[in-house]
């Protein structure tokens, strides 16, 4: 009888202890996940800023080209 009560209590104690881990290892999926997208938007605003300082950068190599004898 001692011997049955503790075996559940074992699986008892198994199963809680599984479902609290496979709890927190889909709190850090949903946390990663999140941080992804966030990151993913970053990246994105970063990129489109390079690409607006690298087409000022081609205008004003263009205009210093077109200029550069002005000033001698």
């Known amino acids: ?5 503790l075996t ?6 198994n199963f809680l202890l599984s479902g609290f881990t496979i709890f927190i290892c ?3 999926i949903i946390v990663n996940c ?6 993913e ?3 994105e605003t ?6 607006q300082v690298k087409e000022t950068n081609i ?5 210093i080209e077109e200029h550069k ?4």
């Not at 970063?46 to 690409?51: C, K, L, P, R, Y």
């Open 69 to 72: 004898n002005d000033f001698d």
């Open 26 to 28: 889909l709190i850090v």
């Open 41 to 43: 938007n970053t990246i």
């Open 34 to 39: 999140r941080y992804i997208i966030k990151l």
């Open 46 to 51: 970063m990129w489109h800023e390079i690409v």
């Open 8 to 13: 559940e209590i074992k699986a008892y104690t």
């Open 1 to 5: 009888m001692k011997k049955k009560i």
């Open 59 to 63: 205008g004003l190599y263009q205009f």
